[in-house]
């Protein structure tokens, strides 16, 4: 296991994965049940998608080496556009986003029907995100698949875990928008790298 594609992977997804509806989701689904059982839920969640993620970009490490860079600096540019599209708006679909997840949560369950409850929610909501995405990329790029699942999963559950703990502190004191522009930032610096590795 690289250490350094653990860090880097998980700061990545972090960063992407923060301003995301999981986070709001989870701030939610805390709400309505025990913060430990929404935990372990959107974590099982979590665990079979980044498994197919981390297998994807596995399998796309099959494909000629200059294809895989290019399509991982690509999808690191798209990544950083649409943050940035969504950037502005972010703040003010905050509550439209808890109002949608508030509805699919609306009987308080507990023990392993909040925990399932949870699993569905999440795992229903998020898929083809761009931290799946950036999942497939990073493999792409690095080639190292636990690495890169480790690195990730570990971003995914530090989010959903602080959604559930400090969610509303959170978003009382950092804007969304903000953490919008950070994770841009990532993607963009991670296109750059990758197109400068492509063109060398």
């Known amino acids: 296991m690289d250490l350094a594609v653990v860090a880097l992977t998980f700061a990545a997804i972090f960063v992407v994965e923060l301003p995301d509806k999981t986070f709001i989701a989870a701030l939610v689904l805390s709400t309505r049940y025990r913060g430990l059982h929404v935990w372990v839920g959107v974590g099982l969640a979590f665990l079979i998608q980044t498994v197919i993620a981390v297998t994807l970009g596995r399998v796309a490490t099959l494909l000629p080496e200059d294809l895989v860079r290019g399509v991982a600096a690509a999808i690191f540019l798209v990544g950083a556009v649409v943050l940035l599209r969504e950037a502005p708006r972010a703040d003010a679909e ?59 999963w570990g ?46």
């Open 94 to 152: 905050e509550a439209s986003t808890e109002a949608e997840f508030a509805e699919k949560a609306r009987a308080a369950k507990t023990g392993w029907a909040a925990i399932g409850a949870s699993f569905l929610v999440l795992f229903a909501a998020e898929w083809g995100d761009l931290s799946q995405l950036l999942t497939v990329s990073l493999v792409g790029r690095y080639g190292e698949p636990l690495s890169v699942f480790v690195g990730a």
């Open 155 to 200: 971003a995914l559950l530090a989010v959903s875990g602080l959604a559930v703990v400090a969610g509303r502190f959170l978003l009382r004191h950092v804007r969304l928008s903000v953490i919008h522009y950070l994770g841009a930032a990532v993607c963009l610096i991670l296109a750059g790298i990758t197109t400068y590795e492509l063109v060398r």
